[in-house]
C-alpha cells in the first residue's frame, strides 16, 4: 500500500483503469530526465537551461518539506477504516513540475535540445529500434569481447516473448488500440511524445556517424 515508485498511496494499480494509470504517472519520461539533466547540470557546476529558478524553487521547497518528515511522507486523506493513506514527496513534486506554466514549457523544449543532440548520455537507444540500438551500444558502450548488447539483451527479450501467452498478447493488444483511440490518455502522453521523438532524432544522428558495416 505504500509503494513509493507507482505511488499506491494516491492510486492503487491493482485497481487502476489504463486511463487512471495514464494520468497517474503523465510525464514519467519527462520528470525523470528533468531531474537527469538538473542533477547533471549541478554536477558539472554548469546550467544547460533546464535548471531555472522556477524549478529550483519546487525542487527545494519539497525536499525541504520531506526533510522534516522522518519517512519522507504526508498524511494526505483517510480510508473508510480510518488508517493514513500518505501521499509521497515524488507525487508532490511531480504534481507541481507538471503545472500549465511558461517555465514547463519552456523547460521542456530546452530538454528536447538536450535529448536531440545526445547531450544527456553517451548513447541513447530505441526499444522499438533495438537493431541500431545494439550497433551504437556496442560502440560507444562495448561490453567486454565477445559479449555484444544483442547477445546481452537479446536473450532476455526473446525469453519474455516466449514466455508470453496468447491471451496476454492479445490483452496488451486491445489496451494499445484503447490508448490509442482516448483523448485523455493521449494529452497525458504530450510530455513525453517530443522525447521520445527526440531519442529518435538522436539514435539516427548516432547511426550516421558509425563506421560503415564490414561486408
Known amino acids: 500500500p505504500t509503494d513509493h515508485l507507482c505511488g499506491t498511496a494516491r492510486l492503487d494499480a ?14 514519467f519520461a519527462y520528470l525523470r530526465l528533468l531531474l537527469a539533466a538538473v542533477s547533471s547540470s549541478r554536477a558539472e557546476n554548469k546550467n544547460n537551461g533546464t535548471d531555472d529558478a522556477s524549478l529550483r524553487e519546487a525542487l527545494d521547497a519539497t525536499l525541504r518539506d520531506a526533510a522534516r518528515r522522518q519517512n519522507a511522507y504526508v498524511r494526505a486523506a483517510a480510508d473508510d477504516d480510518g488508517s493514513a493513506r500518505l501521499a509521497p514527496t515524488w507525487i508532490r513534486l511531480q504534481d507541481r513540475l507538471l503545472e500549465n506554466d511558461a517555465s514547463r514549457d519552456a523547460r521542456l523544449r530546452r530538454l528536447v535540445d ?28 562495448p561490453l567486454r569481447p565477445p559479449m555484444t548488447w544483442a547477445r546481452a539483451l537479446g536473450g532476455r527479450r526473446d525469453n519474455a516473448a516466449r514466455a508470453s501467452s496468447r491471451a496476454s498478447a492479445d490483452a496488451d493488444s486491445r489496451r494499445l488500440l ?9 494529452r497525458t502522453l504530450d510530455y513525453d511524445r517530443p522525447l521520445y521523438e527526440a531519442a529518435q532524432t538522436a539514435l539516427r544522428t548516432a547511426v550516421a556517424a558509425l563506421p560503415p558495416r564490414r561486408r
Do not use: K, M
Not at 535529448?115 to 530505441?126: K, N, Q, W
Not at 545494439?134 to 560502440?139: G, I, L, T
Open 14 to 27: 491493482c485497481n487502476a483503469t489504463l486511463r487512471e494509470w495514464a494520468v497517474h504517472q503523465r510525464g
Open 114 to 141: 538536450e535529448v536531440a543532440r545526445g547531450a544527456l548520455f553517451d548513447a541513447v537507444g530505441v526499444l522499438e529500434n533495438l537493431a541500431d540500438t545494439y550497433r551504437v551500444f556496442d560502440a560507444r558502450i
Open 178 to 186: 484503447e490508448a490509442r483511440s482516448d483523448p485523455d490518455i493521449q
